[in-house]
């Protein structure tokens, strides 16, 4: 019994770490991405629009396209207390990363004195073929088992989808 016991917490390590290894592979390739996406945004064609619905203040979005292929949004939105800026990045029309830093002020925007930013907060979710792969809320890797990891998912997704939407409509 002991022996079956210890054969099978052996696999389950032996495969865990042949899953990270496969994650890492994949974390990487996107950088690279991202990378090579961030190196030839000045050759893009870019577009900006207003998107309703994302934030009070409003939301303004810029898409970056090589030929008909869109490679990157980048939106702003402005809240009352808050600014927020997310990059979305594309290969073959799938999403494959988001860059997402929100800044909380202080007071709300208008006020006088002018509102500090008291708060940053960065996030980014790496995807493959439609799926989450990794979620780094600050520096702290968020697991896959949680509330918080399936949320933020779900809500990264239907950003994006809101986005492109918005995009596609004038197609």
Avoid: C, H
């Avoid at 961030?38 to 900006?48: H, P």
């Amino acid at each position: 019994m002991k022996i079956k016991l210890l054969i099978l917490t052996i696999a389950i390590i032996f495969s865990s770490q042949i899953a990270f290894a496969q994650t890492s592979k994949q974390v990487l390739a996107i950088r690279n991405e991202v990378d090579s996406i961030n190196k030839s945004a000045k050759k893009y064609t870019k577009t900006t629009k207003n998107v309703e619905g994302i934030s009070l203040e409003g939301t303004e979005a810029t898409y970056f396209v090589s030929g008909k292929e869109l490679k990157k949004i980048t939106a702003k939105s402005y809240g009352e207390t808050y600014k927020a800026t997310t990059e979305f990045y594309y290969q073959a029309d799938k999403l494959i990363f988001v860059y997402r830093k929100f800044q909380s002020y202080d007071t709300q925007v208008g006020m006088n004195p002018p509102p500090k930013v008291v708060s940053t907060k960065e996030s980014r979710f790496y995807f493959v073929n439609g799926k989450m792969i990794k979620f780094l809320n600050g520096k702290v890797s968020v697991k896959n088992t949680t509330k918080f990891w399936e949320d933020s998912s779900s809500e990264t997704t239907q950003m994006s989808q809101k986005f492109l939407d918005v995009y596609l409509s004038d197609k």
